[in-house]
């Protein structure tokens, strides 16, 4: 699967999903880029847009772009805490839905 790291997420986190075609802001010199423009950028190459943006749903209707959203919320936005929901994000990419929000969140 295609899947793209929002700038928020620390580009490490990338190595713990495996088994998938992982592209960052940073390596794609996407940093910077509003939301909308970065949706559309990311529907035209990736399956998946990964994110910890919690009001991306509410400010865009994603419906209108040809990619799932996964929206990641662990205790704080480090490494550590986002390495820990590395196994849930990656239960979560192949059920996805494109226009839609999937939330993976710590307890």
Do not use: K
Not at 32 to 41: K, M
């Amino acid at each position: 699967m295609r899947v793209y790291l929002d700038e928020c997420i620390d580009w490490r986190f990338a190595r713990a999903l495996r088994g998938h075609q992982v592209e960052t802001a940073r390596s794609l010199g996407w940093t910077g880029l509003r939301n909308g423009v970065l949706l559309a950028r990311a529907a035209a190459v990736f399956d998946v847009f990964i994110t910890v943006d919690q009001n991306i749903q509410h400010q865009h209707d994603l419906q209108t772009f040809a990619v799932a959203v996964i929206v990641v919320r662990a205790r704080t936005n480090r490494l550590a805490d986002m390495l820990a929901l590395a196994p849930d994000v990656l239960a979560a990419l192949p059920n996805a839905p494109q226009g839609a929000v999937t939330l993976v969140a710590s307890l």
